[in-house]
């Protein structure tokens, strides 16, 4: 070659242009196994100043690299070498990751990804241009059709302990997952996952210290959760209900979003998992979460209350701890009159307050402490006028449990009728219809 490495190395943009077509020559034409290696290690160390990359991609390069893959004559380490070039050089380029793809590169990064042996730089590599790929949606097809979900759960158990590598396989997958419009082959490929413990691993990543890996691990729980597949697994995994609860108390929103949203989704319709996420301590860190300033923990965090409020021995600690005072606030709020933009595949808020108001109420357990609640008569007298509810029965039976409790307390008669809602008229028993004149 005219030039060593370091020499090339200090070259100026202008000069690299009559060179770069001898080293690309080189790599692509040469028998000799040692002048291509030196070709490829010259390359990769120009595709790390950003101002080549155009040019490196101009001449030709990407492909040139994607031969170098494909090729079992060249060793590891010029494999290795292109797979860092390439990586640098499809970065934020959606046409040079379908470029690489067409040139026929998911053949040699599948074969590089599938080694038994524990993980090596290759497979780091590899396993980083796959993410690169996996950012692109229009290439997820391809990617999944050639067995990379598979690879990639594989690859997160093999690389357990690595710093970065179970992170990067994580948020490949999921990326893969929640854009595939067939939820039968969703619920397959899930299922897939099963074979290579995927369960125990998650639990495992969702008590790392590394919130990163927390979020992703998370993503794919909760897509497993959200289509119905391996409920039980979950719900049985060691220590879930513990990790959730530690999860929610830290000030990380996108990581209660998403903790929230997949508790709701594990507690429904099963009451002893209700309870044991109860007696975990996670009913505790509900008034933080119903506080927030982000609307989807906002919300999640009332779907999660209104399972927790049927159960009788939480209801004094939900009012203690304040997290009832932030339940009315979101009903006096304008955010209680419209569905949130996360709510869609369940209930719109209001339905959910309008349960428990029903269910506080109707437990008549210390009326005192429910006069006491700031905005409580008010919040309930808004919902009482409010139309269009999904379930009039809902409103009904709140308003019957209001008149009867009115009878007994003035105070509480007085406060309703302030509201403009008269309940008890003389002439009139509670059970009557039209027992309720909203004035």
Known sequence: MHRSSNDLLTLGHTTIEPNLRYILDTIAESD??????KGVTTLQLLTRNESNRATLVDAGALEILVDVLKDTRNREKSHRYAAVSICELISGSESRRKLVVEYGI???????LVKVEPANELQYWSLMVVHQLAACEALHAELISVGLIRTLAEMSRLSFGNANMPKICFQSLVRLIVTMEDDTAVRLHLEELLDYEIVPLIATYIRSDDFELVYWALGLMHEFVFKGVALDEFKEARGVCRSINVLLAADESYVSRIVLRTLKFLMLDDATFQLQALNSGIGLRLAKCLASKDDDVKYWALSVAHEFVMYPQWRQQFIESGAFAHVINIGLSTVSRKPLKAASEILPAKEYIMDILVTIWGSRDDLDLLLEERGLTKATCIFLHMEKLT???????????LAEMAKTSATLDRRLSRYGVNLNRP???????????IT
């Open 32 to 37: 000799i196994e040692e002048e291509r290696w």
């Open 106 to 112: 998911l053949e040699p990064l599948s074969r590089f």
């Open 391 to 401: 379930s009039d029965l809902s409103q009904s039976r709140l308003a019957i449990i």
């Open 427 to 437: 002439d009139r028993q509670a059970t009557s219809p039209g027992v309720v004149s």
